[in-house]
Protein backbone atom coordinates (compact mmCIF):
# COMPACT_ATOMS: atom_id res chain seq x y z
CA UNK A 1 0.00 0.00 0.00
CA UNK A 2 1.14 3.61 -0.78
CA UNK A 3 -0.20 6.96 0.65
CA UNK A 4 -0.84 9.59 -2.09
CA UNK A 5 0.48 13.18 -1.35
CA UNK A 6 -0.29 15.66 -4.05
CA UNK A 7 1.85 18.56 -3.63
CA UNK A 8 1.74 21.55 -5.92
CA UNK A 9 -0.26 20.11 -8.51
CA UNK A 10 2.37 16.93 -8.50
CA UNK A 11 1.16 13.17 -7.61
CA UNK A 12 3.49 11.23 -5.45
CA UNK A 13 3.42 8.05 -4.12
CA UNK A 14 5.28 7.16 -0.64
CA UNK A 15 5.80 3.96 0.61
CA UNK A 16 3.89 3.16 3.88
CA UNK A 17 4.77 0.08 6.72
CA UNK A 18 3.02 -1.75 9.63
CA UNK A 19 4.19 -2.74 12.68
CA UNK A 20 3.56 -5.89 14.45
CA UNK A 21 0.35 -4.68 16.61
CA UNK A 22 -0.65 -3.15 12.77
CA UNK A 23 -0.25 0.72 13.54
CA UNK A 24 0.14 2.28 9.91
CA UNK A 25 2.78 5.13 9.19
CA UNK A 26 4.10 6.62 6.05
CA UNK A 27 7.43 6.57 5.13
CA UNK A 28 8.74 9.60 4.21
CA UNK A 29 12.36 8.99 4.49
CA UNK A 30 12.56 10.37 1.30
CA UNK A 31 10.49 12.92 1.00
CA UNK A 32 12.91 15.96 1.02
CA UNK A 33 14.91 14.43 -1.98
CA UNK A 34 11.49 13.60 -4.17
CA UNK A 35 9.58 16.88 -3.37
CA UNK A 36 11.76 19.49 -1.91
CA UNK A 37 9.32 20.28 0.97
CA UNK A 38 9.84 18.74 4.47
CA UNK A 39 7.15 17.59 7.45
CA UNK A 40 6.27 20.08 10.01
CA UNK A 41 5.37 18.40 13.60
CA UNK A 42 6.02 20.63 16.60
CA UNK A 43 7.02 18.14 19.58
CA UNK A 44 6.82 15.03 17.28
CA UNK A 45 3.39 14.40 17.94
CA UNK A 46 3.13 12.43 14.89
CA UNK A 47 6.55 11.46 13.74
CA UNK A 48 7.98 8.04 14.49
CA UNK A 49 11.67 8.12 14.77
CA UNK A 50 12.13 5.06 14.76
CA UNK A 51 10.90 1.05 14.23
CA UNK A 52 11.03 -0.33 18.74
CA UNK A 53 10.88 -3.67 19.67
CA UNK A 54 10.79 -2.96 23.11
CA UNK A 55 7.44 -1.84 24.17
CA UNK A 56 3.89 -1.03 22.94
CA UNK A 57 1.76 1.14 23.88
CA UNK A 58 -1.94 1.82 22.33
CA UNK A 59 -2.98 4.96 24.46
CA UNK A 60 -7.12 4.91 23.37
CA UNK A 61 -7.05 1.16 24.65
CA UNK A 62 -5.07 2.15 28.02
CA UNK A 63 -2.75 -0.88 26.96
CA UNK A 64 1.22 -0.98 28.14
CA UNK A 65 3.24 -3.64 27.28
CA UNK A 66 6.80 -4.90 27.78
CA UNK A 67 8.17 -7.41 24.81
CA UNK A 68 4.82 -7.96 24.93
CA UNK A 69 4.27 -8.69 28.57
CA UNK A 70 1.14 -6.91 29.47
CA UNK A 71 2.17 -4.72 32.56
CA UNK A 72 -0.86 -6.05 35.00
CA UNK A 73 1.55 -9.59 34.20
CA UNK A 74 4.74 -7.88 35.04
CA UNK A 75 3.93 -5.27 38.09
CA UNK A 76 4.00 -6.66 41.53
CA UNK A 77 4.58 -9.87 39.79
CA UNK A 78 7.65 -10.15 38.39
CA UNK A 79 10.76 -8.82 39.75
CA UNK A 80 12.32 -5.56 38.99
CA UNK A 81 15.72 -6.83 38.05
CA UNK A 82 13.87 -9.32 35.83
CA UNK A 83 12.13 -7.15 34.05
CA UNK A 84 15.38 -5.16 33.76
CA UNK A 85 16.47 -8.58 31.97
CA UNK A 86 13.64 -8.58 29.62
CA UNK A 87 13.71 -5.25 28.33
CA UNK A 88 17.75 -5.56 27.65
CA UNK A 89 17.84 -9.22 26.75
CA UNK A 90 14.58 -9.20 24.91
CA UNK A 91 13.16 -12.43 26.84
CA UNK A 92 12.54 -13.20 30.76
CA UNK A 93 15.55 -15.11 32.30
CA UNK A 94 15.18 -18.29 33.37
CA UNK A 95 16.04 -19.09 36.48
CA UNK A 96 20.03 -19.77 35.85
CA UNK A 97 20.03 -16.49 33.60
CA UNK A 98 18.06 -14.65 36.27
CA UNK A 99 20.73 -15.76 39.25
CA UNK A 100 23.56 -15.20 37.01
CA UNK A 101 22.14 -11.87 36.13
CA UNK A 102 21.10 -10.72 39.70
CA UNK A 103 24.82 -11.97 40.77
CA UNK A 104 26.18 -9.59 38.42
CA UNK A 105 24.11 -6.74 39.44
CA UNK A 106 25.10 -7.36 43.00
CA UNK A 107 28.79 -7.45 42.58
CA UNK A 108 28.74 -3.86 40.83
CA UNK A 109 26.54 -1.64 43.29
CA UNK A 110 29.54 -0.59 44.94
CA UNK A 111 30.37 2.98 43.60
CA UNK A 112 33.95 3.55 42.46
CA UNK A 113 35.65 5.28 45.81
CA UNK A 114 36.90 8.11 43.38
CA UNK A 115 33.34 9.05 42.25
CA UNK A 116 32.83 10.08 46.35
CA UNK A 117 34.66 12.95 46.87
CA UNK A 118 32.63 14.68 44.37
CA UNK A 119 29.85 14.58 46.63
CA UNK A 120 31.16 17.15 49.04
CA UNK A 121 31.61 19.71 46.31
CA UNK A 122 28.32 19.81 45.69
CA UNK A 123 25.69 22.36 48.22
CA UNK A 124 23.73 21.03 50.59
CA UNK A 125 21.29 22.66 48.66
CA UNK A 126 21.45 20.41 45.10
CA UNK A 127 18.86 18.87 43.45
CA UNK A 128 19.60 14.74 44.06
CA UNK A 129 18.49 14.85 40.57
CA UNK A 130 21.14 17.16 39.29
CA UNK A 131 23.82 15.13 41.34
CA UNK A 132 22.67 12.03 39.91
CA UNK A 133 22.62 13.15 36.45
CA UNK A 134 26.18 14.58 36.81
CA UNK A 135 27.68 11.25 38.57
CA UNK A 136 26.42 9.13 35.99
CA UNK A 137 28.07 11.32 33.65
CA UNK A 138 31.23 10.79 35.39
CA UNK A 139 31.15 7.73 35.48
CA UNK A 140 32.91 7.43 31.88
CA UNK A 141 35.64 9.12 33.30
CA UNK A 142 36.17 6.18 35.52
CA UNK A 143 34.99 3.29 33.56
CA UNK A 144 36.09 1.95 29.63
CA UNK A 145 33.49 4.04 28.50
CA UNK A 146 33.76 2.91 24.32
CA UNK A 147 30.93 2.41 22.45
CA UNK A 148 31.99 -0.29 20.27
CA UNK A 149 33.45 -2.71 22.48
CA UNK A 150 30.71 -5.06 23.10
CA UNK A 151 32.29 -6.57 26.39
CA UNK A 152 32.73 -2.54 27.83
CA UNK A 153 28.95 -2.28 26.84
CA UNK A 154 27.81 -5.18 28.86
CA UNK A 155 29.99 -4.62 31.77
CA UNK A 156 29.26 -0.52 31.97
CA UNK A 157 25.48 -1.83 31.76
CA UNK A 158 25.34 -3.81 35.07
CA UNK A 159 27.45 -1.22 36.60
CA UNK A 160 24.63 1.80 35.50
CA UNK A 161 21.72 -0.55 36.89
CA UNK A 162 23.85 -1.74 39.81
CA UNK A 163 25.16 1.54 40.89
CA UNK A 164 22.12 3.76 39.97
CA UNK A 165 20.64 2.68 43.25
CA UNK A 166 23.83 3.36 45.36
CA UNK A 167 23.89 6.55 44.00
CA UNK A 168 20.75 7.74 44.35
CA UNK A 169 21.18 6.18 48.40
CA UNK A 170 24.30 8.56 48.75
CA UNK A 171 22.91 11.68 47.24
CA UNK A 172 20.29 11.12 49.98
CA UNK A 173 22.47 10.68 53.04
CA UNK A 174 24.70 13.72 52.16
CA UNK A 175 22.09 15.83 51.66
CA UNK A 176 20.83 15.02 55.40
CA UNK A 177 24.28 14.98 56.30
CA UNK A 178 24.49 11.05 57.26
CA UNK A 179 27.25 8.76 56.81
CA UNK A 180 27.36 6.66 53.92
CA UNK A 181 25.81 3.02 53.96
CA UNK A 182 27.43 0.79 51.68
CA UNK A 183 25.38 -1.76 49.78
CA UNK A 184 25.33 -5.09 51.26
CA UNK A 185 25.05 -8.17 48.97
CA UNK A 186 23.06 -10.65 50.25
CA UNK A 187 19.97 -7.95 50.12
CA UNK A 188 17.86 -8.00 46.71
CA UNK A 189 17.83 -4.82 44.56
CA UNK A 190 14.95 -2.76 46.46
CA UNK A 191 15.98 -3.64 50.28
CA UNK A 192 19.54 -2.73 49.42
CA UNK A 193 18.57 0.76 47.96
CA UNK A 194 15.69 0.51 51.55
CA UNK A 195 18.82 -0.16 53.51
CA UNK A 196 21.37 2.39 52.28
CA UNK A 197 18.68 5.40 52.61
CA UNK A 198 17.07 4.78 55.88
CA UNK A 199 19.94 2.53 58.01
CA UNK A 200 22.65 4.57 59.97
CA UNK A 201 26.05 2.94 61.65
CA UNK A 202 23.86 3.31 64.92
CA UNK A 203 21.82 0.08 64.73
CA UNK A 204 20.84 -2.48 62.13
CA UNK A 205 17.81 -2.12 59.72
CA UNK A 206 15.33 -4.39 59.38
CA UNK A 207 13.94 -3.44 55.46
CA UNK A 208 10.30 -3.73 55.52
CA UNK A 209 8.91 -6.76 53.27
CA UNK A 210 5.70 -4.27 52.74
CA UNK A 211 7.85 -1.40 51.26
CA UNK A 212 10.64 -3.88 49.54
CA UNK A 213 7.39 -5.51 47.35
CA UNK A 214 5.83 -1.67 46.78
CA UNK A 215 9.35 -0.33 45.72
CA UNK A 216 9.68 -3.21 43.66
CA UNK A 217 6.09 -2.49 41.60
CA UNK A 218 6.86 0.95 41.07
CA UNK A 219 9.99 0.37 39.81
CA UNK A 220 8.50 -2.16 37.50
CA UNK A 221 5.80 0.67 36.35
CA UNK A 222 8.49 2.68 35.62
CA UNK A 223 11.22 0.92 33.57
CA UNK A 224 10.22 1.86 29.77
CA UNK A 225 7.67 3.73 28.23
CA UNK A 226 8.83 3.78 24.48
CA UNK A 227 9.34 7.23 22.41
CA UNK A 228 8.79 9.41 25.54
CA UNK A 229 10.86 12.54 26.51
CA UNK A 230 13.62 11.26 28.34
CA UNK A 231 14.15 7.87 26.02
CA UNK A 232 14.09 10.27 22.69
CA UNK A 233 16.89 12.38 24.61
CA UNK A 234 19.26 9.26 25.02
CA UNK A 235 18.75 7.97 21.78
CA UNK A 236 19.07 11.51 20.23
CA UNK A 237 22.75 11.73 22.06
CA UNK A 238 23.35 8.32 21.27
CA UNK A 239 22.95 8.65 17.59
CA UNK A 240 26.37 10.78 17.61
CA UNK A 241 27.50 7.72 18.96
CA UNK A 242 28.12 9.03 21.89
CA UNK A 243 29.14 6.82 24.98
CA UNK A 244 26.35 4.88 26.75
CA UNK A 245 27.19 7.31 29.93
CA UNK A 246 26.98 10.53 28.42
CA UNK A 247 23.51 9.13 26.41
CA UNK A 248 21.64 8.14 29.65
CA UNK A 249 23.41 11.06 32.07
CA UNK A 250 21.33 13.25 29.05
CA UNK A 251 18.24 11.33 30.05
CA UNK A 252 18.50 11.67 33.04
CA UNK A 253 18.07 16.25 32.67
CA UNK A 254 15.41 15.37 30.48
CA UNK A 255 13.50 13.52 33.07
CA UNK A 256 13.59 16.02 35.42
CA UNK A 257 11.68 18.84 34.01
CA UNK A 258 7.71 19.07 35.75
CA UNK A 259 6.09 18.38 32.30
CA UNK A 260 8.09 14.84 32.47
CA UNK A 261 9.44 12.85 35.33
CA UNK A 262 9.75 15.90 37.85
CA UNK A 263 5.85 16.18 37.88
CA UNK A 264 5.99 13.58 40.85
CA UNK A 265 7.07 16.19 43.07
CA UNK A 266 5.25 18.64 41.47
CA UNK A 267 2.38 16.72 42.44
CA UNK A 268 3.29 16.12 45.90
CA UNK A 269 3.75 19.57 46.09
CA UNK A 270 0.57 20.50 44.44
CA UNK A 271 -1.77 18.44 47.20
CA UNK A 272 0.28 19.84 49.80
CA UNK A 273 -0.74 23.34 48.68
CA UNK A 274 -4.11 22.45 48.40
CA UNK A 275 -4.39 20.48 51.97
CA UNK A 276 -2.42 24.29 53.21
CA UNK A 277 -5.52 25.83 51.59
CA UNK A 278 -8.12 24.42 53.45
CA UNK A 279 -8.19 21.16 51.38
CA UNK A 280 -10.06 23.45 48.98
CA UNK A 281 -9.32 20.73 45.72
CA UNK A 282 -12.89 22.49 43.74
CA UNK A 283 -10.56 26.05 43.84
CA UNK A 284 -7.96 24.12 41.90
CA UNK A 285 -9.65 22.42 39.41
CA UNK A 286 -11.37 25.54 38.22
CA UNK A 287 -7.78 27.53 38.20
CA UNK A 288 -6.20 24.51 36.11
CA UNK A 289 -9.53 25.43 33.36
CA UNK A 290 -8.44 29.34 33.59
CA UNK A 291 -6.01 29.20 30.53
CA UNK A 292 -4.51 32.91 32.25
CA UNK A 293 -3.93 31.58 35.80
CA UNK A 294 -1.06 29.30 34.31
CA UNK A 295 -1.52 26.49 36.45
CA UNK A 296 -2.40 22.93 35.21
CA UNK A 297 -3.09 19.87 37.45
CA UNK A 298 0.40 18.57 37.96
CA UNK A 299 -0.22 14.53 37.00
CA UNK A 300 -3.60 14.85 34.82
CA UNK A 301 -2.95 14.51 31.03
CA UNK A 302 -0.76 12.40 28.65
CA UNK A 303 0.32 13.01 25.01
CA UNK A 304 -0.55 9.03 24.14
CA UNK A 305 -2.78 8.07 26.43
CA UNK A 306 -6.51 9.28 25.87
CA UNK A 307 -8.58 6.95 27.85
CA UNK A 308 -6.33 6.00 30.94
CA UNK A 309 -3.22 5.53 32.32
CA UNK A 310 -2.69 1.88 32.94
CA UNK A 311 -0.02 2.93 35.44
CA UNK A 312 -2.06 5.02 37.59
CA UNK A 313 -4.63 2.59 37.51
CA UNK A 314 -2.75 0.30 39.03
CA UNK A 315 -0.78 2.91 41.47
CA UNK A 316 -4.08 3.60 42.49
CA UNK A 317 -4.82 0.36 43.93
CA UNK A 318 -1.60 -0.04 45.22
CA UNK A 319 -1.51 3.18 47.05
CA UNK A 320 -4.30 2.04 49.48
CA UNK A 321 -3.20 -1.16 50.10
CA UNK A 322 0.37 -0.21 50.74
CA UNK A 323 -0.76 2.69 53.63
CA UNK A 324 -2.76 0.52 55.09
CA UNK A 325 -0.33 -2.32 55.59
CA UNK A 326 1.91 0.32 56.61
CA UNK A 327 -0.51 1.51 58.62
CA UNK A 328 -0.12 4.78 57.63
CA UNK A 329 -3.26 7.34 57.12
CA UNK A 330 -2.63 10.41 54.43
CA UNK A 331 -4.68 13.20 53.61
CA UNK A 332 -2.79 13.79 50.63
CA UNK A 333 -4.22 10.19 49.24
CA UNK A 334 -8.08 11.96 50.16
CA UNK A 335 -7.43 15.06 48.71
CA UNK A 336 -6.05 13.14 45.06
CA UNK A 337 -9.11 10.96 45.05
CA UNK A 338 -11.50 14.16 45.24
CA UNK A 339 -9.15 15.99 42.78
CA UNK A 340 -9.32 12.80 40.36
CA UNK A 341 -13.15 12.22 41.01
CA UNK A 342 -14.09 15.83 40.16
CA UNK A 343 -11.69 16.27 37.07
CA UNK A 344 -13.00 12.99 35.71
CA UNK A 345 -16.59 15.00 36.00
CA UNK A 346 -15.84 18.42 34.43
CA UNK A 347 -16.31 18.54 30.78
CA UNK A 348 -13.04 20.15 30.44
CA UNK A 349 -11.42 17.37 31.40
CA UNK A 350 -13.43 15.30 29.98
CA UNK A 351 -13.08 16.56 25.85
CA UNK A 352 -9.45 17.00 26.66
CA UNK A 353 -9.58 13.50 27.52
CA UNK A 354 -7.26 14.62 30.48
CA UNK A 355 -6.44 11.61 32.58
CA UNK A 356 -4.53 10.88 35.58
CA UNK A 357 -0.86 9.71 34.97
CA UNK A 358 1.96 7.78 36.26
CA UNK A 359 2.84 10.48 38.55
CA UNK A 360 -0.39 11.42 39.93
CA UNK A 361 -0.54 8.69 42.53
CA UNK A 362 3.09 7.25 43.12
CA UNK A 363 3.77 10.30 44.97
CA UNK A 364 1.57 9.51 47.86
CA UNK A 365 3.30 5.73 47.85
CA UNK A 366 6.86 7.33 48.10
CA UNK A 367 5.53 9.37 50.67
CA UNK A 368 4.56 6.30 52.76
CA UNK A 369 7.56 4.45 52.58
CA UNK A 370 9.59 7.96 53.85
CA UNK A 371 11.11 8.78 50.47
CA UNK A 372 11.80 12.98 51.00
CA UNK A 373 9.81 14.27 48.00
CA UNK A 374 12.75 15.47 45.56
CA UNK A 375 13.94 12.19 45.63
CA UNK A 376 10.54 10.68 43.78
CA UNK A 377 12.21 11.78 39.88
CA UNK A 378 15.57 9.87 41.13
CA UNK A 379 12.92 6.77 42.36
CA UNK A 380 12.11 7.03 38.40
CA UNK A 381 15.52 8.05 37.13
CA UNK A 382 16.29 3.93 38.69
CA UNK A 383 13.33 2.68 37.32
CA UNK A 384 13.67 3.81 33.76
CA UNK A 385 17.51 2.99 33.69
CA UNK A 386 16.87 -0.73 31.94
CA UNK A 387 14.44 1.21 29.31
CA UNK A 388 16.74 3.79 28.44
CA UNK A 389 19.51 1.06 28.07
CA UNK A 390 17.20 -1.18 25.97
CA UNK A 391 16.92 2.17 23.75
CA UNK A 392 20.52 3.01 23.54
CA UNK A 393 21.44 -0.62 22.30
CA UNK A 394 18.69 -0.43 20.20
CA UNK A 395 19.56 2.58 18.36
CA UNK A 396 23.51 1.05 18.37
CA UNK A 397 22.27 -2.21 16.33
CA UNK A 398 19.90 -0.53 14.26
CA UNK A 399 21.10 -1.12 10.46
CA UNK A 400 18.65 2.09 9.18
CA UNK A 401 20.47 4.32 12.66
CA UNK A 402 21.59 7.77 11.27
CA UNK A 403 22.53 10.43 13.37
CA UNK A 404 19.23 12.52 14.33
CA UNK A 405 19.44 15.95 12.74
CA UNK A 406 15.95 17.15 11.91
CA UNK A 407 15.08 20.40 9.54
CA UNK A 408 13.35 22.88 10.32
CA UNK A 409 11.30 26.05 8.77
CA UNK A 410 12.95 29.41 9.09
CA UNK A 411 11.40 32.12 9.77
CA UNK A 412 14.00 34.83 10.69
CA UNK A 413 15.23 37.98 8.84
CA UNK A 414 15.96 36.98 4.66
CA UNK A 415 19.31 38.15 3.68
CA UNK A 416 20.67 41.43 4.68
CA UNK A 417 23.42 43.28 5.10
CA UNK A 418 25.56 45.39 8.19
N1 LIG B 1 -4.18 20.63 33.49
C1 LIG B 1 -5.00 21.45 32.79
N2 LIG B 1 -5.09 21.48 31.45
C2 LIG B 1 -4.32 20.63 30.78
C3 LIG B 1 -3.45 19.74 31.42
C4 LIG B 1 -3.39 19.75 32.84
N3 LIG B 1 -2.58 18.92 33.50
N4 LIG B 1 -2.79 19.00 30.49
C5 LIG B 1 -3.23 19.42 29.31
N5 LIG B 1 -4.16 20.41 29.46
C6 LIG B 1 -4.93 21.06 28.39
C7 LIG B 1 -4.08 22.07 27.63
O1 LIG B 1 -4.19 23.36 28.18
C8 LIG B 1 -4.67 21.98 26.24
O2 LIG B 1 -5.88 22.68 26.22
P1 LIG B 1 -6.37 23.42 24.85
O3 LIG B 1 -6.52 22.32 23.84
O4 LIG B 1 -7.63 24.10 25.22
O5 LIG B 1 -5.27 24.39 24.50
C9 LIG B 1 -5.01 20.49 26.09
O6 LIG B 1 -5.26 20.03 27.43
C10 LIG B 1 -3.91 19.65 25.44
O7 LIG B 1 -2.71 19.88 26.19
P2 LIG B 1 -1.25 19.87 25.58
O8 LIG B 1 -0.34 20.61 26.48
O9 LIG B 1 -1.31 20.30 24.14
O10 LIG B 1 -0.92 18.32 25.61
P3 LIG B 1 0.51 17.68 25.41
O11 LIG B 1 0.29 16.33 24.86
O12 LIG B 1 1.42 18.60 24.66
O13 LIG B 1 1.11 17.61 26.91
C11 LIG B 1 1.46 16.88 29.14
C12 LIG B 1 1.04 16.47 27.71
C13 LIG B 1 2.82 17.59 29.09
C14 LIG B 1 1.63 15.60 29.95
C15 LIG B 1 0.38 17.79 29.74
O14 LIG B 1 -0.84 17.11 29.83
C16 LIG B 1 0.76 18.35 31.12
O15 LIG B 1 1.41 19.40 31.19
N6 LIG B 1 0.40 17.64 32.23
C17 LIG B 1 0.82 18.06 33.56
C18 LIG B 1 2.25 17.61 33.82
C19 LIG B 1 2.36 16.11 34.01
O16 LIG B 1 1.59 15.50 34.75
N7 LIG B 1 3.37 15.51 33.35
C20 LIG B 1 3.67 14.07 33.49
C21 LIG B 1 3.36 13.32 32.21
S1 LIG B 1 3.64 11.61 32.41
C22 LIG B 1 5.33 11.45 32.32
O17 LIG B 1 6.01 12.16 31.62
C23 LIG B 1 5.99 10.46 33.14
Redesign the pocket.
Known amino acids: MTAKLILEGKEYDLPTLRGTENELAIDISKLRAQTGAVTYDP ?1 YGNTGSCQSAITFIDGEAGILRYRGYPIEELAGKVPFTHVAYLLIHGELPNAEQAAAWSESLRGNSLVHEGLLNFFDHFPVTAHPMNILAGMISSMSSFYPADSTDDAHIQQNILRLIGQVKTLAAFSYKKSVGEPLIYPRNDLSYCANFLRMMFATPCGEYEVSKTMEDALDMLLVLHADHEQ ?1 CSTSTVRMVSSSEANIYASVSAGVNALWG ?4 G ?1 NQAVLEMLQRIEADSGDYKKYVEM ?1 KD ?1 NSGF ?8 VYKNFDPRAKLLKKAADAVLDELGVSDPLLDIAKSLEEVALNDSFFVE ?1 K ?1 YP ?3 FYSGVIYRALGIPTDMFTVLFSIGRMPGWIAHWMEMRNDPDGRIHRPRQIYTGATLRHP
Open positions: GNPLHGAAKRLMGFGHRRLNVD
